[in-house]
């Protein structure tokens, strides 16, 4: 794949892959690196860009979903409903080329993330013990998955887990937040009088997936870990609730499965952004929904099977009825 190509040049030319606090600190001179939870400076990676090479939004602009343009009817958007607010759409033809937006809706600060890598969609909130946090794109994987920072401590984070890995606020997790990727026609049949995040001042080719192909790739980018257990494709698509993981493919088989205290719903409707080259145009992978036993939303991450054996070995694989 073309873009593989090119990161990885770019990734040795740059000696990115040197992984050592030392090679580091001209970038990063406010990070205290001797406290972290990583094992080995070597899990972490250069994935191309460098710090704010993929630059995250702030405070984006929304518009009513009737003056929205241009968002194809399948594509997907990540979905955030807070109580008492108008739902927000976050489009990945959007986050794909930023993957992270810094927001507020009401009193809330958030943060809606997305690492392609992983197709790990998921939304933080912001305030912690050392208060409101802002965060950007480090540049860095670990088990190809983004590195977070935020530019209050410069700490990193790991987007998958939600927690700080190296800096002032290592072992410090973030609270994860109900949201939900799903097509851009059910949001609006759902919210017709929504919001969606407008499109950002930036020249991307947005709607595009730079990542052709991707998903249906054999091997994660810049990934040395196992691969998953139980003969599970390592780019298949699994629904992580907690530490359990039920396989998208089983979900779309059955519909719906109720098990472990969760209800998890599979829908036909929402297209890949990680397959043809226009988003819009990406096989169709369903949209997922997971609920506690009362109807209310759980928060909950699609990701690819790899991220979730990487960032939890000892998980457990729902792979049939319980």
């Known amino acids: 794949m073309l873009l593989r190509t090119c990161l990885v040049v770019f990734t040795l030319l740059s000696g990115g892959a040197a992984a050592d606090p030392e090679n580091w600190r001209t970038e990063w001179p406010n990070t205290d690196f001797s406290r972290t939870s990583v094992d080995s400076w070597a899990e972490i990676l250069s994935g191309g860009p460098p710090r704010d090479g993929i630059p995250a939004l702030d405070n984006p602009q929304f518009v009513g979903t009737d003056d929205a343009q241009g968002i194809g ?25 930023h993957e992270i937006v810094n927001d507020s809706i009401g009193d809330v600060p958030i943060a809606v993330t997305f690492c392609p890598l992983c197709n790990s969609a998921m939304t933080f909130d912001r305030r912690t ?17 983004m590195v977070m920072f935020d530019r ?17 606020m290592t072992g410090v997790r973030l609270k994860l937040l109900p949201s939900w990727m799903e097509s851009w026609q059910e949001f609006v049949t759902r919210n017709p009088e929504g919001l969606v995040m407008a499109e950002p001042a930036y020249n991307r080719s947005y709607g595009r997936n730079p990542y052709r192909g991707y998903d249906s790739s054999e091997r994660p980018f810049l990934y040395n870990g196992e691969p998953p257990p139980h003969g599970v494709r390592p780019l298949a698509r699994v629904v992580r609730v907690g530490t359990r993981a039920w396989p998208l493919a089983r979900l779309a088989e059955v519909g719906e499965v109720r098990e472990a205290g969760v209800v998890i719903s599979w829908r036909a409707g929402q297209a890949s952004a990680l397959d043809t080259g226009k988003i819009a145009a990406g096989r169709d992978v369903g949209s997922i929904r997971v609920r506690d036993g009362q109807g209310r939303d759980l928060a909950h991450d699609v ?19 319980q």
């Open 303 to 321: 990701m690819f099977a790899f991220a979730f054996h990487a960032f939890w070995p000892e998980g457990e694989w729902m792979l049939d009825a």
């Open 129 to 145: 013990s050392a208060g409101v946090l802002t965060f950007g794109v480090s540049g860095k994987l670990r088990n190809s998955d």
């Open 73 to 97: 009817a399948r594509e997907p958007v990540i979905t955030v409903e807070i109580a008492g607010q108008t739902p927000r759409a976050y489009p990945l033809r959007y986050l794909t080329w």
């Open 152 to 168: 209050e401590t410069e700490s990193w984070w790991q987007q998958a887990l939600g927690q700080g890995i190296v800096g002032d």
